[in-house]
């Protein structure tokens, strides 16, 4: 495989311009401006002036190198308030490019987005990370290269990587993946900065999901966000005030694999017995399905012309009121509901977000997950809460993914450290050595 193409590598590209001035900018008060207008905060060179407590000359230079660089544009008048209207100043997010990369237990999604974290296309293959973590980055770099070659003029800047187990926030490395043997240890940022001219931050896959969800989804951002993902592992995430629940080294929110029964049968892929995953994850739902398929014609007919049932296949039996399918997704939705109950009790979340593959079965998991909430947690918890299922019709995560690369490359600290080159290329150690955004 190609290991030198990657997005524009040839020609100069807009946003990748450098001021011939460098060494005579003062980088502080040009990210500065370039924040302001970036977050709305203040979007024409009057409400700069107030706003950053910058000379009015100084901000009308430091508006203008921003035009050079390609970072800030004309974005027309603004509303007229009694004197002469201002020019309206608008932050250029196709400067360049930053690349979401989403790594599911059984899937793999890349999307391209702007540089403001939104999304413009994606590539998705079923893929299972039992390949082990080689040839699975082989294929995202796959789809990095097919995504970049539609825009070549235009070079990415920054790759968010989702995974789905624990990943040590120092380091960016997973540790013990429950459900991913062979990746302790693996660096998916190390792997990919040998392959690709940019920097790269590594998360975990619900995090991410919570991310893209409370940014892009229909909720109110000031809400306080839990989210639970159904894929064929579980998991969830809580943002509270806006930023995530971390714990001391980043493992917070894993609840797949807390304890819920002693049944003998039910062991779970991390080799423990009676966990919430083995007893009601994805993967054991389609393992029951499939052991039992003979009850329900649905399923019988699936596995027949097949040799496999998916969650869509139970998700069609559903729809017909099979009693096989209802009684399996009625056991594991109970049992989900009382952790979520005990989620909510805890974290008094304004929105609960249901993501993951199991959405596919149809609306049996939410509705069940709902009711037993509405009877198991605290009046306060759930007066007000808003149960729901993911939006972004099951992109929220690499949507997330992406918007870590844009949050880390325009954090303040980060966007003071590159602006005078006028692109952050030369600066991936550096700027992976800075506080992580959404910590
Ligand atoms: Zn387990």
Request: glycine share 12%.
């Amino acid at each position: 495989m190609s290991t030198e193409s990657f997005v524009g590598s040839g020609d100069a590209p807009p946003g990748g311009a450098s001021l011939g001035t460098a060494a005579s900018l003062d980088a502080a008060p040009l990210a500065h401006v370039v924040d302001l207008v970036r977050s709305g905060r203040a979007v024409t060179r009057p409400r700069l002036v107030v706003v950053s407590g910058l000379t009015r000359k100084v901000v009308t230079q430091r508006v203008e190198d921003a035009f050079r660089l390609g970072l800030l544009r004309d974005g027309g008048l603004a509303a007229s308030e009694g004197g002469r209207q201002a020019r309206l100043l608008e932050f250029n997010a196709d400067a360049a490019r930053v690349f979401g990369v989403l790594i599911e237990a059984s899937e793999i999604t890349v999307g391209v987005a702007d540089l403001r974290g939104r999304l413009l296309s994606t590539s998705h293959e079923d893929w299972s990370v039992d390949n082990g973590p080689d040839a699975t980055m082989a294929r995202v770099k796959a789809h990095i290269d097919a995504l970049a070659a539609r825009e070549p003029r235009l070079r990415a800047w920054g790759i968010g990587v989702g995974v789905p187990g624990p990943v040590d926030l120092t380091t960016g490395r997973l540790v013990s993946p429950p459900i991913m043997p062979g990746w302790h240890g693996f660096s998916a940022r190390a792997w990919l900065r040998e392959h690709v001219d940019a920097p790269v931050w590594v998360d975990n896959d619900v995090n991410l999901m919570a991310i893209g969800e409370w940014t892009f989804g229909p909720g109110p951002t000031a809400d306080d966000m839990l989210f639970i993902k159904l894929g064929t592992g579980i998991g969830s995430a809580v943002i509270s005030r806006g930023r995530l629940l971390r714990g001391q080294r980043g493992g917070a929110g894993e609840i797949g694999h807390v304890h819920i029964t002693d049944a003998p049968d039910a062991v779970c892929r991390c080799g423990l017995v009676g966990c919430l995953e083995a007893v009601a994850g994805g993967w054991s739902l389609l393992a029951e399905a499939t052991r039992r398929a003979a009850e329900s014609p649905v399923l019988e007919q699936a596995l027949a012309e097949r040799h496999q049932v998916t969650l869509g296949d139970i998700g069609v039996a559903a729809q017909v009121g099979d009693a096989l399918v209802r009684e399996l997704i009625e056991a594991r939705a109970n049992v989900i509901g009382d952790v979520a109950a005990n989620l909510v009790n805890f974290a008094n979340p304004g929105q609960l977000v249901i993501g993951g593959g199991v959405l596919r079965t149809g609306d049996g998991f939410l509705d069940i997950i709902s009711a037993v909430i509405q009877r198991r947690s605290t009046r306060l918890a759930t007066d007000g809460l808003v149960i729901r299922s993911a939006s972004l019709d099951q992109n929220e995560g690499v949507a997330g993914a992406a918007l870590l690369a844009t949050e880390n490359l325009f954090a303040p600290a980060a966007l003071a450290r590159w602006i005078e080159d006028g692109n952050p290329l030369g600066h991936a150690a550096a700027l992976q050595q800075l506080p992580a955004a959404y910590v």
